[in-house]
């Protein structure tokens, strides 16, 4: 997760304040032609600022951004993994069921905000954007303290209403991907539809995990490996619809809620059939993320799991909180402390999150 360049920049580990330490993660992205450099900062930050406005429990807030020479920086709360790591098992980090439910509805409020958006300030007109994320995989949604947060929005956009919502932007984890990315030949508009294929394909893995443990998780992967031309994949599609074996791998899981003494056995099955109608080869078929949310929503009030993290879609917080933009003198100085004062103070449940982890520590 940290020191190492990715699609969209390498993360760093950032300490404050030696006396009393708390830490950030830093996302670095390199100037010139292949670090992406200027556009791709100020597209992510552009976006980021956006969402910053609704302040959503389950998007990572962008904390403060600065120029430092040829380096453009983004700073953000540390997580304790991504669910990458926690699905393979390499975090050490434990999650009860019903926190793991939790965080389906909160990262599908997520997505749902962010496809459409909208911001009412206290005086003011409303703001309607049409928004994507197009990089929906387990590294990109971080953990911490048993919820989960999307993050990453390095190739996500924000448009107006009236623009059209598909891009011809197909970059993106191919693993994740929609068998639409990968046809050839005419021009392809990528739309929100593409997340709804990526977040599906991530709930799978998700009730692996709570059916089969991180082993079913590893298990699953090989199931649905094909060969091809360029080597093994791991897709979820075979460049037209969803895979045989995926669809067989869902029967395994359904035969295994049914038979095994799991108590929320019907909210796993339920869940199940909701993953698999996101998985719908022809994108118009997908249900948008506010129609799957609504489902969820239903299902959980159900089963009796808390509804939080659902509501800030209907109910925003409207005190918005502008990101710092640090200039350089501060940074090469070290007074970023200094400047990230009031941010320390966040109610963001990250934030939060974190200042449990310092005083955890000092209490130890």
Known sequence: MFGTWGASGIIHVLQLNKTQPIYFARKELKAGRRGGGTPAFQREKHTLDMLNLVRHPHIVPLLASYIHHDRFNMIFPLADADLAAFLDGRSGVRIVDDALWQGVLGITSAIATLHDFRYTPVYGQTLENIGYHHDLKPRNILVKDSSFFLADFGLARLKATGEDSGTENKHGTATYGAPETQRQGSRIMFSRALDVWSWGCIILEILTFILLSSRGVHDFRSHRSTESGTGIDYYFHNMVEMKPEV??????????????????KDLLIDVLGIAKAMLASDPASRPRASETL????????????????????????MTARTPAVLPESSVMAGNILENLADILDSDHPLMRAVRRSVNSDEQG
Do not use: T
């Open 294 to 317: 609504r489902k969820l929503q239903a299902i959980f009030a159900r089963e009796g799991i808390l509804q939080d993290a659902a509501e800030a879609v209907a109910q925003p917080n």
């Open 247 to 264: 669809e067989q791998w869902a029967g395994i899981l359904r035969d295994k809620a049914l038979s095994h003494d799991y108590r929320r």
